[in-house]
């Protein structure tokens, strides 16, 4: 007999792996394994998901569902591109859907904005992902996994939660909404050379940094209490209210768009380009050294 307790999302965006233990296997309840890895991590999310998943997981394709035409990282696709692809994996609209990665909070934040973003707000977080799965005792599943019966999907694109580039300049220059770039800190200074050797070291005049793993407990997760992010948002001199967040291809600027749902703040757009785009456009200024 499946679960009784009801799926109702919290509002935060998130949900406990003690949460989906309870409910895991309710119809109309859809897991996905939301793993990406950086090009340097020599790691192949597909093949982890053979090896080990939550049972009756569902792979999302990340780059797969990204535009194909688009020279930039696994940029938004067109809403038909992300309905069919989603309808494939055995997605209804009346669905709800929990994403997690093999992580912690990693990468699953760019799946559950890109499922926002597409009009779909049946969707949440595993806070901790994978590893608080198993530290709960939660059982996994090896092995070829089965495709479920496709499904129609209905994509409705909402423009609030993307800022494109020039929209993000305006931002800058009026100083509101705030910019917020969650790369490391040697990153944002210009320190470190970035993982993609074609784009330019250092940050947006303006931006205000505030590294992603600064908002999740050591290990990647889970995410820290709303009056923890608060401080960490205040002490980096990031003001409560609009936020457009920006990391180096659009990944993890999704982490902390989870985290302003968290704290109860708007919810923050995403710079879906974020520095791959900017960082390479040699018409967009760049600034070296902190904020």
């Given amino acids: 007999m499946p679960p009784s307790l009801p799926v109702d999302l919290p509002t935060d965006g998130l949900v406990s792996a003690r949460w989906l233990l309870d409910r895991h296997g309710t119809p109309g309840l859809v897991v996905l394994d939301g793993s990406w890895h950086l090009p340097t991590a020599d790691r192949d999310p597909v093949a982890e998901f053979s090896a ?5 997981a569902r792979f999302f394709p990340l780059d797969a569902l990204s535009d194909p035409g688009s020279p930039l990282p696994h940029m938004l696709p ?83 939660k993307v800022r494109t580039a020039d929209q993000v300049a305006e931002a800058l220059n009026r100083g509101v909404p705030t910019v917020v770039d969650v790369r490391a800190g040697d990153r944002f200074a210009g320190l470190q050379p970035e993982p993609r050797p074609e ?64 704290m109860g703040w708007p919810e923050a757009a995403v710079y879906d380009g974020s520095w791959t785009e900017w960082g390479t456009g040699l018409d967009r200024p760049v600034a070296i050294g902190p904020a």
């Avoid at 457009?244 to 968290?262: D, E, N, P, Y």
């Fill in 52 to 56: 080990e998943r939550i049972p009756g």
């Fill in 199 to 262: 784009v330019r070291s250092g940050h947006m005049p303006g931006a205000r940094n505030l590294p992603f793993t600064d908002l999740l407990a050591p290990g990647f997760g889970p995410m820290l209490p709303a009056d923890v992010l608060e401080a960490r948002f205040a002490a980096a001199g990031i003001p409560k209210g609009l936020v457009i967040t920006s990391c180096g291809s659009g990944v993890t600027a999704c982490v902390a768009t989870l985290a302003t749902m968290r």
């Fill in 78 to 160: 067109a809403p038909e591109h992300f309905a069919a692809g989603v309808g494939s994996l055995g997605i209804g609209n009346d669905d709800t859907v929990v994403i997690y990665d093999t992580v912690g909070i990693f990468s699953s934040a760019r799946p559950w904005w890109m499922f926002r973003v597409f009009g779909h707000d049946r969707v949440a977080v595993l806070d901790g992902g994978l590893p608080a799965w198993k530290a709960l005792g939660g059982p996994v599943e090896s092995g070829p996994s089965t495709a479920p019966p496709g499904k129609p999907f209905a994509a409705r694109f909402q423009t609030d």
